[in-house]
C-alpha cells in the first residue's frame, strides 16, 4: 500500500512539473479549476493574493437586492474556514444596492475593497472604501466601522465619483475622482486627487485638507500609477497621461520613473496597467481576419509620456475559432514578474455559444507566447460556458482567471489556476 502511495505522489508531482505552461494546474481545485454557488447569481470585481498564497476574490451577489462579498480560497483552492463562514464573509451596507469593485491586501493581510452601496428609496448613494481584517470582520480602526465614504468637494454643477485609489507603502490610500457635469452641459470633465491617511482620514498635508485641486486634462483619467517620488501617473481614456505632484497638483510634463504601485479599481473593466519603468499596456480591439463581426483583442503599450510605443509588437488574438464571425473581446489584463502580460475573456465557438475562460499570455515585448496553451492561448472548456473577467498572476508566474460560471441554474464563481512554465 505505502509503495502504491509513493508512486501515486510522484506520479501526481511528475504531472505538475512537466505539465506545460498554460495547461491547469493540478494542485489547485479539481483538475485546476473551483467553482462556488451562492444560490444566486454572482458576479466577481477583482481579486488578490495574499502572502501566504490564498487568493481573496470580490463578488457581488444577488440581483435585486445585492451584497457585497469576499471569498478567500487556500493555495490548494479549499475555502479557507479560518475566514468568515467557511470561507465568505457577506455584508450590506444599505438595504438595495452593495457592488464590489476592486480590491487590495494591506502588507498585514488587511483587506480593502471597493463598495458602491444604495437604498430602497434612493435617498444614500455612497462609494466606499470598505477595510476587513484578516479573518473578515470589519476592521473599526478604519473609517467608521471599517467603512470609509469617498468624497469629493466638486464646485456646482459638477459631481465627483471615485475611478481608483492606490494603496501606497505607507499605508496611505490615494483617490483618483472625475468630476463631470450634468446631462447635456458642455463643461469639461475634471480630474482629482485625494489622499487617505491609514486610518481613513483625509492626509491634510495633501493639497487642501487631503483634497488636490480639480482640473481638465482634456479626457476623463481611468488609471492611476504611484512613482517612487510620490508623485502619480494618471493614464487617460485617450491613451495620453498626465503627471501629479506628491501634494496633488498638475504637473506640465511627464517624466518616466519606478511605478512601485498600481492602482485597483471602483469598476473593473480592464484597465490600464502599469509597468515598472512606467510604461504602461492597455486593452484594444480591431477587425480580424474573417467577416464585419470578427473582432478580435489586441495589447497597447504607451510610453510614460502618453505615446504609443511603436517597438511593441500588438498582433490580434481572440478566444474563437480563428475567422469566425464573432467577437472574441478581452475582459481584464495584468503583468507577470518577469514583465509578461496575461489577457483574459470568454472563449467562444463559431456559433457565438460560450465556451468557458479564455487566457492568452504575450511576452514583454508584446508578441504572443507560444509556449503558453495552444499558441499562446488556453481554454477553460465549462459544460454551459463562462467568461473570466479578472486576471491576475502569482508570484510563481501561475495564472489565475477568476469569472463567472454559467450552469443551468444561478451564476457561479470560478478560479481556474494555469501553469507558469
Not at 26 to 50: E, H, K
Not at 88 to 104: K, L, S
Not at 256 to 262: D, F, I, L, S
Amino acid at each position: 500500500m505505502r509503495k502504491l502511495f509513493l508512486c501515486a505522489l510522484v506520479a501526481l508531482v511528475s504531472s505538475a512539473a512537466f505539465a506545460a505552461a498554460g495547461s491547469p494546474d493540478p494542485t489547485f481545485g479539481s483538475g485546476g479549476l473551483v467553482s462556488t454557488n451562492f444560490g444566486v447569481d454572482v458576479r466577481p470585481s477583482g481579486a488578490a493574493v495574499q502572502a501566504n498564497g490564498d487568493i481573496v476574490v470580490a463578488v457581488t451577489v444577488g440581483d435585486n437586492p445585492t451584497s457585497a462579498a469576499l471569498v478567500r480560497y487556500l493555495p490548494n483552492g479549499n475555502l479557507d474556514p479560518s475566514f468568515g463562514t467557511g470561507g465568505i464573509v457577506t455584508e450590506m451596507f444599505q438595504d438595495q444596492v452593495n457592488g464590489t469593485g476592486g480590491v487590495a491586501i494591506q502588507p498585514d493581510g488587511k483587506i480593502v475593497v471597493f463598495v458602491v452601496s444604495s437604498n430602497t428609496t434612493g435617498s444614500v448613494l455612497e462609494a466606499l472604501l470598505v477595510r476587513f481584517n484578516s479573518n473578515g470582520t470589519l476592521d473599526s480602526s478604519f473609517g467608521s466601522g471599517g467603512q470609509l465614504a469617498l468624497s469629493y468637494p466638486a464646485a456646482s454643477p459638477y459631481s465627483a465619483s471615485p475611478i481608483a485609489a492606490v494603496l501606497e507603502p505607507s499605508g496611505d490610500f490615494l483617490v483618483l475622482f472625475s468630476l463631470t457635469p450634468p446631462f447635456r452641459n458642455h463643461s469639461p470633465v475634471l480630474t482629482a486627487l485625494a489622499r487617505y491617511t491609514p486610518n481613513g482620514a483625509l492626509d491634510a498635508t495633501f493639497g487642501t485638507n487631503g483634497d488636490g485641486p480639480a482640473v481638465s486634462l482634456g479626457a476623463s483619467a481611468i488609471s492611476l500609477g504611484l512613482l517612487s517620488n510620490g508623485n502619480a501617473i494618471a493614464v487617460l481614456s485617450t491613451g495620453q497621461s498626465a503627471e501629479f505632484s506628491s501634494t496633488g497638483s498638475l504637473l506640465a510634463s511627464v517624466s518616466a520613473g519606478t511605478v512601485v504601485a498600481n492602482a485597483f479599481f471602483f469598476d473593473y473593466l480592464g484597465n490600464p496597467v502599469f509597468q515598472p519603468n512606467s510604461d504602461y499596456v492597455a486593452l484594444s480591439a480591431a477587425q480580424g481576419s474573417g467577416p464585419r463581426l470578427d473582432i478580435d483583442s489586441k495589447v497597447i503599450r504607451f510610453l510614460a509620456n502618453g505615446t504609443a510605443d511603436t517597438t511593441f509588437q500588438s498582433p490580434l488574438f481572440d478566444f474563437a475559432p480563428v475567422g469566425a464571425d464573432v467577437g472574441s473581446i478581452a475582459e481584464a489584463l495584468a503583468l507577470a514578474p518577469n514583465g509578461q502580460i496575461v489577457v483574459s475573456g470568454e472563449a467562444v465557438t463559431a456559433q457565438n455559444s460560450s465556451v468557458g475562460f479564455g487566457v492568452a499570455r504575450l511576452n514583454s515585448n508584446g508578441s504572443i507566447d507560444t509556449t503558453f496553451g495552444n499558441n499562446g492561448i488556453a481554454i477553460t472548456t465549462l459544460p454551459n460556458g463562462g467568461q473570466a473577467l479578472v486576471v491576475l498572476v502569482q508570484p510563481d508566474g501561475k495564472v489565475l482567471a477568476v469569472g463567472q460560471v454559467f450552469p443551468v441554474g444561478d451564476i457561479q464563481l470560478g478560479v481556474a489556476r494555469y501553469l507558469a512554465q
